[in-house]
C-alpha cells in the first residue's frame, strides 16, 4: 500500500530553519517524482517543489534560494529543508507522489498525498 | 507567472450539475488534473489527464479539456460532493506546477 507520512514541521521564529520529512513506503522515493504542496490558513493548495528521481529539483519563485529538497535512499524518505523562514511561508506541508503523464501531454499529477505537516513561522 | 483560474464558488441543488471551469494558456499542450478536497482532509485525485477517473470515484465525476479551457463535471450532486475543488497542470517549462484558485461547491 502507498503511504506518505510528513513530519517535521513546528513553530519557529521568522528567519529560523526546518527540516520536513516525506516518508514513503509501498513505493521507492529514488525511482519517482514528488511534489510538495503547501496550503496556508483559509487559503488554496500552492505548489512549492517538484523532485524527479534523475536528482532534478524545482522550486516555486517564493521559496527559490530558500528551500531545498534531499532524499536519504537508506531511510525511503524526501526531506524539504527550508531555511530563512518568514511569516508567509505559515501553512500545512504535504508531500505528494507524482505519476508522470501517459498520453502524451505534459504535467503529471498526484496520485497519493500524505496528510501534511503543520510550520508555524510566528515570534 | 502563470495562472489557472477557476470561479472562487458555485451552488447547486442536490441532483443538479456543476461544471467548474479552469482556464489556462498552456492548457491546449498539457494536462489538467482536479482535486477535491473537504474541510479538514488531504486532497483527493478526482480526474487526470483531462478525463481519467481513478478507480473509486464515482462515475458522476467527469472531466473535459478544450482549448485554454478544462472543465470539472459533477453529474446529479450529492450532498457529500460538497467540498472545494482545484485544477492542477504545469507552467509552460513543464517543471513548474500551478494549481487555480480553488472552487467552493456547495450542494444544498
Known amino acids: 500500500e502507498v503511504q506518505l507520512v510528513e513530519s517535521g514541521g513546528g513553530l519557529i521564529q521568522p528567519g529560523g530553519s526546518l527540516r520536513l520529512s516525506c516518508a514513503a513506503s509501498g513505493f521507492t522515493v529514488s525511482d519517482s517524482y514528488i511534489n510538495w504542496v503547501r496550503q496556508a490558513p483559509g487559503k488554496g493548495l500552492e505548489w512549492v517543489s517538484v523532485f524527479y528521481r534523475d536528482g532534478n529539483t524545482y522550486y516555486a519563485d517564493s521559496v527559490k534560494g530558500r528551500f531545498t529538497i534531499s532524499r536519504d535512499n537508506s531511510k525511503n524518505t524526501l526531506y524539504l529543508q527550508m531555511n530563512s523562514l518568514r511569516a508567509e511561508d505559515t501553512a500545512l506541508y504535504y508531500c505528494?507522489?507524482?505519476?508522470?503523464?501517459?498520453?502524451?501531454?505534459?504535467?503529471?499529477?498526484?496520485?497519493?498525498w500524505g496528510q501534511g505537516t503543520q510550520v508555524t513561522v510566528s515570534s | 507567472s502563470y495562472e489557472l483560474t477557476q470561479p472562487p464558488s458555485m451552488s447547486v441543488s442536490p441532483g443538479q450539475t456543476a461544471r467548474i471551469t479552469c482556464f489556462g494558456d498552456e492548457l491546449p499542450k498539457k494536462n489538467a488534473h482536479w482535486y477535491q478536497q473537504k474541510s479538514g482532509q488531504a486532497p483527493v485525485l478526482v480526474i487526470y489527464?483531462?478525463?481519467k477517473r481513478p478507480s473509486g470515484i464515482p462515475e458522476r465525476f467527469t472531466g473535459s479539456s478544450s482549448g485554454t479551457m478544462a472543465t470539472l463535471t459533477v453529474s446529479g450532486a450529492q450532498l457529500e460532493d460538497e467540498a472545494d475543488y482545484y485544477c492542477y497542470s504545469t507552467d509552460s517549462s513543464g517543471d513548474h506546477g500551478v494549481f487555480g484558485g480553488g472552487t467552493k461547491l456547495t450542494v444544498l
Open positions: 505528494a507522489r507524482l505519476q508522470p503523464p501517459s498520453n502524451g501531454k505534459a504535467a503529471g499529477y498526484c496520485d497519493y
Open positions: 489527464e483531462d478525463s
